[in-house]
């Protein structure tokens, strides 16, 4: 990226996440710009065949095109909602389980769930949550036991708590207990999703098939948009949900360049490519404790806060980076074509800021 003085900028951290093939690309450039021609926005009371070609594309390219529906709608918070409501919908049960440090978003249900009491307002408190340790199947056991559990939530990598992840194990004896009970399981893909892990999904490197998938980020490259798959054994209903603005001609045109990049230009391979060069280039830094995340969500972990860190990568070396509920935790969210040479100008830069 370039500023008004033309200088420029390398951001190794996409919007947290959003940019995922690349500001200004011209495909998805040319598919809006094309879009924006023809009719931008036009509400769901009339058939949108884009919604059609968008969720072909979706199910082909994630192996979900069988056993799901999809439900588009505008953010990530908005898809947990529903994601939420869906499974309450289903079940008739009303509590939620997730899990300590998860995020999943700022809306009432959606915030209830998340891990960080001062952004919980009173109203959105007395949403029926229990927050457990990750990676303890026996406290989950024990909560679900009790009958009242509607879903569970989980990111299978963690944004803002700081990339820690569920192990297989736990995940595929999660995904056992909840299908016993009735219980949805849903994987919070907003972040994780859409490549970033390697895998279309990050689920998929459990070998688990979640109820619900809540997407988002990736989704549109910088347009909003978000998505929400729902198993079919999950039966929806007319009015089940509804969106004004999900799934407009504008969106599902971002959307589908997005997924027809991310196809022919194989980002997935180069995700586990350059997550591999990656973890190699920063294992010759001093003072890097351990590399957290998978795929192209990742974060260097630091004996220090790294709030000074950050400072000085975008500021003297213009380089964009995150940082995470851990002080101590750099984060890197890169497109997904990003090259092996973006990689070695933050090695570079990293090792001068440290030293």
């Not at 009303?94 to 960080?116: K, L, M, P, W």
Request: net charge neutral; hydrophobic share 40%; with cysteine.
């Amino acid at each position: 990226m370039w500023d008004q003085e033309y200088n420029k900028y390398l951001d190794l951290y996409g919007g947290h996440g959003v940019i995922s093939i690349g500001h200004a690309h011209p495909v998805h450039t040319t598919k809006i710009k094309s879009q924006l021609d023809q009719i931008a926005f036009y509400s769901n009371a009339v058939q949108n065949p884009l919604q059609q070609e968008l969720s072909d594309k979706l199910g082909q390219l994630s192996g979900c095109k069988d056993d799901y529906a999809l439900f588009l709608c505008s953010t990530g918070a908005e898809a947990n909602e529903n994601a939420i409501k869906v499974a309450s919908f289903y079940n008739k049960k009303s509590r939620v389980i997730a899990f300590e440090n998860g995020f999943h978003g700022r809306t009432s249900a959606a915030v209830s769930v998340t891990d960080n009491k001062k952004i919980i307002a009173p109203v959105n408190a007395h949403n029926p949550v229990t927050i457990l340790p990750l990676n303890d199947i026996d406290a989950v056991a024990i909560e679900i036991a009790k009958g009242d559990v509607s879903s569970v939530i989980i990111e299978l990598i963690q944004g803002v708590g700081g990339l820690d992840q569920p192990t297989t194990a736990f995940m595929q004896a999660l995904r056992k207990v909840t299908q016993e009970n009735g219980v949805c399981l849903i994987a919070d893909e907003v972040q994780s999703g859409y490549g970033r892990s390697g895998k279309f999904f990050a689920f998929q490197h459990h070998g688990i098939v979640p109820d619900i998938i809540p997407m988002a980020k990736g989704m549109g490259n910088g347009y909003p948009i978000g998505g929400v798959l729902i198993a079919n054994h999950i039966a929806p209903w007319y009015g089940m949900l509804g969106t004004t603005f999900g799934g407009s001609h504008l969106a599902c045109a971002a959307g589908i360049a997005v997924l027809d990049v991310l196809k022919e230009e194989n980002l997935m391979v180069n995700v586990q490519e350059i997550e591999a060069y990656f973890r190699v280039a920063v294992s010759k830094i001093p003072g890097v404790k351990q590399v957290k995340g998978r795929g192209l969500m990742l974060g260097l972990e630091f004996d220090f806060e790294v709030g000074e860190l950050r400072k000085k990568l975008i500021y003297n070396e213009r380089i964009f980076t995150g940082g995470a509920m851990n002080k101590k935790l750099l984060r890197i969210l890169p497109p997904l074509n990003v090259r092996k040479e973006d990689i070695d100008v933050f090695v570079n830069a990293l090792q001068k800021t440290l030293d």
